[in-house]
């Protein structure tokens, strides 16, 4: 069993809107998952439906092989896009009020807390209330509110935003952290950048449906077109890129190089090897550059989306 | 996992600790008994106001009549013509002058009694002295048709009519007095409450809305315990509230009270002189005492546990439509359209309950009303005093607990759509949506 979160076939409709239809994901222990989507895709609606908030209409939910129950709320952590705290109340109080919501005792709450307080700098805010601290340092506490009790499963729902970046980075090594310590991170987002970062595996859901998902790096594989960017230099320009026109399929290409001679999108066949690409460019011009195209999130992420 | 004592417990510390709850908690009774006390004295500095009326008494039917009291001194002009009279009383800055003009009979004195003043004249002076003049007229009427005063004294007289049940139970008018002041106390208390905290619960709701916690409280703890513990934390400090307004609002009664009555009893006593006479007569003590027994006579163990279930049955009845209400709403300005039919069943059972269970306490209207769980609370309430069949209250109870359960059911549905929904205000037909979801 190395999955710690399985969805299977999980459909959820709001009168005649469909918001979720048979959408089902697998997330593996101690990874970090990307839910993508664009927006009103139904990503919340999946996450409120693994935490309880909300009933699937049809299909399962498993967290540790075993369904759903209410007890699995002190095993999640869930950090909502919406979220705020109360506004008038104590940082502290509010912290032990949430940790004692999520199974926490009392005592217990407070020493975590303290740890956490000390290892984000904030001990001092113990006795402000929430209206006192600006938006990202209202972040910080929600943050910590969220992973106290230190769930298995961590979901965070665009946790970046808010953030400076300073405090951004912050929280994304807190994550990795977290990770590494053990706890499986479900992360929900629209910065593709991040996603790049920090994720191990990706589904994507579009209108409902989920249309992509797997390792980021296996989804990449199967997205990369053969091309190769390649960058020559070569005293007769002309000769050697009509040489290559009729070997290859040839498209221009931009990038940073020193030199400007040749550069070109290099696509070759499912049967060639890109060794044989590089013996042919080097017989014929000098490479000073030489990278597969590997696609990124965020192409995936729209060109899967446009064909939708 | 019941979390239901923490949320309670920080619903309750919230309310109490807000500031303005704690200035309105000390401050309402102080303004409250500082109206009182102003008005008190107000009324009393009228009425030590101290007047001189002259009076021109040209048949001399009046005489006695009028004697000095502490606020007013009169004066007799007995002599002088109406002009001199007049011209005298502007003189001396006398309140007026009272003319008694001379007749022939009687029956024609009542038409030719004047007062002269500078302004128009206080009513209470005007009635104080017609009655005066009143008395006079037909004592001298009567003596004229040869009865004598000892023989109109002789002939007052005032009938009490004796109540008795069926089954033997004595009671008087002091008993439907006293039972009216306890139903109308309870049921009255009770709109007040869920008016009050019906709307503390429903802001606390919007406030989770409005600062966005909701879903992170929500993926910790079910929506209806979230409701539950809100309405109970709410209801608690309420309860703090009205306890200490109770008794802070008794103490100071008492002290405001004790520095006014003196004052008002020295102020009373001469005018109540007469009216002590004839009250002695039927025995002030014997009223009392009437309405001490009245007080027995109340079903008090009746009272006492139905009060409770009504209390509490209309009021988490009411706090759970609030709360589904704050929870259907973003803001509060939203929620008019969705009060009115919380209000309107509250609003009759008042006017019900005030109207006819004073008329008839067990009329067609008021068992009516007193069945139907929007208006039961308050009209059962109100009806109880006067002894209402045990099968009549538990019936109307058992309706309460079931509509209070649908409500309860009825709401967290609302709720537990409505606190995720944002921006939209939603329409009647929407809400009846979430009700599938």
Known sequence: MNDLLVANSVSKNYGNFKALNEVSIAVPKGSIFGLLGPNGAGKTTLIRIINQITMPDQGTVHLDGQPLKPEHIRDIGYLPEERGLYKSMKVGEQCLYLAQLKGLSKSEAKTRLKYWFNKLEIGDWWNKKIQELSKGQAQKIQFIVTVLHQPKLLIFDEPFSGFDPINANLIKDEILQLRDEGATVIFSTHRMESVEELCDHIALIHKSNKVLDGKLNDIKRQYKTNTFEVGLESLNKDKVFSEIQNKFEVLPATFRNLNDDIKLNIKIGENTSPNDLLSFLTSKAEVHHFVEVIPSASDIFIQTVKNN | MNHLPLIIKREYLTKVRNKS?????????????????????????????????????????????????????????????????????????????????????????????????????????????????????????????????????????????????????????????????????????????????????????????????????????????????????????????????????????????????????????????????????????????????????????????????????????????????????????????????????????????????????????????????????????????????????????????????????????????????????????????????
């Open chain 2, 21 to 437: 709850f704690i200035v309105m908690t000390f401050l309402s009774p102080l303004i409250m008994i500082a109206l009182f006390g102003v008005v008190a004295y107000l009324s009393q500095l009228n009425n030590d106001k101290e007047r001189t009326i002259s009076v021109l008494d040209e048949t001399g039917y009046l005489k006695d009549v009028f004697q000095n009291t502490e606020t007013t001194t009169y004066t007799n002009l007995t002599g002088l013509s109406l002009e001199d009279a007049i011209a005298l009383v502007k003189e001396k800055e006398d309140y007026g002058l009272l003319h008694i003009a001379a007749v022939d009979s009687l029956e024609l004195m009542t038409n030719n009694v004047k007062f002269y003043s500078e302004e128009s004249p206080s009513m209470s002076v005007i009635f104080k002295l017609e009655g005066k003049i009143a008395e006079r007229l037909r004592e001298k009427k009567l003596e004229k048709d040869g009865v004598t005063l000892a023989q109109i004294e002789a002939s007052n007289t005032t009938i009490d009519i004796a109540q008795e049940s069926f089954d033997g139970e004595k009671s008087s008018k002091a008993d439907s007095v006293v039972k009216l002041i306890f139903g109308g106390a309870a049921g009255y208390l009770l709109f007040m409450f869920i008016i009050i905290y019906g709307n503390m619960i429903m802001r606390s709701v919007i406030e989770e809305k409005t600062s966005r916690i909701i879903e992170v409280i929500i993926s910790s703890v079910k929506p209806i315990q979230l409701m539950m513990g809100k309405i109970i934390g709410t209801s608690l400090a309420g309860i703090t509230q009205f306890v200490i307004w109770a008794v802070l609002g008794g103490v100071l009664m008492l002290i405001v009270g004790f520095i006014f009555n003196i004052d008002i009893l020295a102020m009373q006593s001469q005018q109540q002189e007469m009216a002590l006479q004839t009250l002695q007569d039927s025995g002030i003590n014997q009223k009392v005492g009437e309405y001490f027994i009245a007080f027995q006579h109340l079903p008090m163990t009746n009272l006492i546990i139905a009060f409770l279930f009504f209390f509490i049955g209309g009021y988490l009845l009411y706090s759970s439509l609030y709360a589904a209400i704050g929870a259907a709403v973003d803001n509060e300005t939203d929620t008019q359209q969705f009060m009115l039919p919380i209000l309107m069943p509250l609003i009759l059972a008042v006017y019900v309950g005030v109207f006819t269970v004073i008329e008839d306490p067990h009329g067609t209207v008021s068992t009516v009303f007193s069945f139907i769980p929007l208006t039961s609370p308050v009209v059962m309430l109100m009806r109880i005093p006067f002894g209402v069949p045990l099968w009549q209250q538990g019936l109307s109870l058992l309706l309460l607990i079931g509509t209070f359960i649908f409500a309860v059911w009825f709401a967290a549905k609302i709720y537990r759509v409505g606190i995720l929904m944002y921006g939209k205000k939603p329409t009647y037909k929407e809400l009846f949506k979430w009700l599938r979801y």
